[in-house]
């Protein structure tokens, strides 16, 4: 996978992405990353200008139009002559859909990205028009530039790219897959300040143990996520069953029919 950032910061996104498992994945070569700094294809020369006043007045200034561009096409014909395709386009604002899970493995898929950090007031929209395949936002507030959502973007997206986790399977068990959170998870000592572990973990029953991990999701989901929950709910409908059975509450009871409904349904739980 390969992370073509056009950016005013190049440092920003190459320091920030240096370290740890993102900085491994790119010595082994797994990631690429290219930030290229929109500054370099001003037509300034002298001052190698790339922003000016917004027409119809305003605070701030604006990133103008053609460095932008240059920069882009510069990037595109390179991808092009090696992959033939265009790559997509992420204008990182806080004007787009709201990133998440979904869009991540959705964009896991490409070979190259493409992505462009504004600054300042944003960036001038006939060049956005031109260029952009998608409008991201990270979140309902307002940095002072796109250089952190694209890093956040990247680290997300590189940990589907197959080798980023040592283990691939745990990005297909963290939060958010099957629109649940992660159950809670514990390592030794069995027993600290008094807290133990939940003996279950320590009986080797692997069934037994998915089980409750099923149920501390759903139950952790319902407490903290709400609006994830409704939309697992409707994706694992409760099945009515005749058998006659102890009265439970109504949320036990729903929980266990799930645990029993995605045993049947084989879910990757
Ligand atoms: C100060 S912001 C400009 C905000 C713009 N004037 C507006 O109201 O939509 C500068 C740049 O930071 C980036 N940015 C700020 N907040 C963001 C967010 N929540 N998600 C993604 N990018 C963001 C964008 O690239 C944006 O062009």
Redesign the pocket.
């Known amino acids: 996978m390969n992370f073509h950032i056009m950016t005013l910061f190049p440092e920003m996104v190459t320091d920030g992405l240096s370290s740890s498992i993102i900085g491994r994945a790119k010595e082994k070569g797994l990631i690429s990353l290219n930030a290229v700094n929109i500054r370099d294809y001003s037509n300034d020369t002298k001052h190698h200008k790339v922003d000016d006043y917004t027409y119809g007045g305003g605070a701030g200034m604006l990133m103008q139009a053609q460095p932008i561009y240059d920069c882009y096409i510069d990037i595109k014909n390179k991808i092009e002559k090696e992959n033939g395709k265009a790559p997509r386009v992420i204008?990182?604002?806080?004007?787009?859909k709201v990133f998440n899970q979904e869009i991540v493995t959705e964009l896991a898929k490409e070979e190259n990205l493409v992505f462009?950090?504004?600054?300042?007031?944003?960036?001038d929209e006939r060049v956005l028009e031109e260029i952009v395949t998608d409008y991201?936002?990270?979140?309902?507030?307002?940095?002072?530039?796109?250089e952190l959502?694209a890093m956040v973007m990247i680290d997300a997206i590189s940990r589907f790219v197959p080798g980023v986790l040592n283990n691939d399977e745990s990005a297909m068990t963290d939060s958010f897959n099957n629109n649940l959170l992660e159950y809670p998870q514990y390592s030794r000592p069995e027993e600290w300040m008094g807290k133990k572990v939940p003996p279950i973990l320590l009986s080797g029953d692997h069934k037994k143990v998915d089980e409750w991990r099923l149920e501390q999701s759903i139950l952790r989901t319902k407490e903290r996520r709400p609006d994830l929950y409704e939309k697992w709910l409707s994706e694992n409908p409760p099945v009515e069953k005749k058998k006659k059975r102890r009265k439970k509450s109504s949320e036990a009871q729903v929980i266990d029919e799930t645990v029993k409904d995605s045993e049947n349904n084989g879910d990757n739980i």
């Open positions: 204008y990182v604002t806080p004007q787009g462009l950090c504004g600054h300042y007031e944003g960036v991201i936002s990270i979140g309902d507030y307002v940095l002072t530039g796109g959502p």
